[in-house]
Nanobody, 128 residues
Framework: QVQLVESGGGLVQAGGSLRLSCAAS????????MGWFRQAPGKEREFVAA????????TYADSVKGRFTISRDSAKNAMYLQMNSVKPEDTAVYYC?????????????????????WGQGTQVTVSS
């Protein structure tokens, strides 16, 4: 059974930093791309960042490019999102996700429909 568990959310002041983690279990971690999405109150879930199964390729939403960094650690079966220079508009529940199918080495999916497994989410609140 595939499980994704997020952690690291909390309250942070604008301009500060936060690091989110996603612990994966239930299958071979290195075979699948992974991504982060977020959903703010009253808004649709939106793409944040994705990393290929190899870790070589990454892609970001324009709204976070240059401020957030996605990474993965195969030894720990974990994925991370380093959030720097956060803004109040970054306030949302953040979800990690992964596709069901084996991923191409450089595949970095950007759309929610490309993902099959989702974590429960972790709340990030940025105060102004």
């Amino acid at each position: 059974q595939v499980q994704l568990v997020e952690s690291g959310g909390g309250l942070v002041q604008a301009g500060g930093s936060l690091r989110l983690s996603c612990a994966a279990s239930g299958r071979t971690f290195n075979n699948y791309a992974m991504g982060w999405f977020r959903q703010a109150p009253g808004k649709e879930r939106e793409f944040v960042a994705a990393v290929s199964r190899s870790g070589v390729s990454t892609t970001y939403a324009d709204s976070v490019k240059g401020r957030f960094t996605i990474s993965r650690d195969s030894a720990k079966n974990a994925m991370y999102l380093q959030m720097n220079s956060v803004k109040p508009e970054d306030t949302a529940v953040y979800y990690c996700a992964s596709p069901q199918s084996y991923s191409d080495r450089f595949y970095t999916p950007r759309f929610a429909r490309e993902y099959d497994y989702w974590g429960q989410g972790t709340q990030v609140t940025v105060s102004s």
